[in-house]
């Protein structure tokens, strides 16, 4: 299997020079595809994805707090299950 060119991690992260959680975060993104939304507790990927009005990021991201991660994930699953 190979490894999809498109990029949904921007080199424009502001990530602290060789993070490893960006790295893992582009490879992750790259196997979900283009679909994908990410659900972001307060955490160093809040850090990654940039400083607004920019953004490194080039797939939906929803800024959670903490506890609500779980269940805005779950509750967007199911509504774009619903959606079709
Ligand atoms: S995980 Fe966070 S603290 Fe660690 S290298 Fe990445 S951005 Fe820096």
Redesign the pocket.
């Known amino acids: 299997m190979a490894i999809p060119d498109e990029e949904y991690i921007l080199k424009t992260t502001s990530?602290?020079a060789g993070?490893?959680?960006?790295l893992i975060l582009r490879y992750v993104t790259k196997a979900a595809g283009p679909d994908t939304v990410l659900v972001i507790p307060a955490c160093?990927t809040s850090?990654?994805q940039g400083v607004y009005p920019t953004t490194a990021m080039n797939i939906p991201v929803y800024n959670v707090a903490f506890a609500s991660a779980a269940a805005v994930g779950s509750g967007m699953s199911e509504a774009f299950r619903a959606a079709g």
Do not use: H, N, T
């Open positions: 990530a602290c993070c490893p959680s960006s160093c850090v990654i």
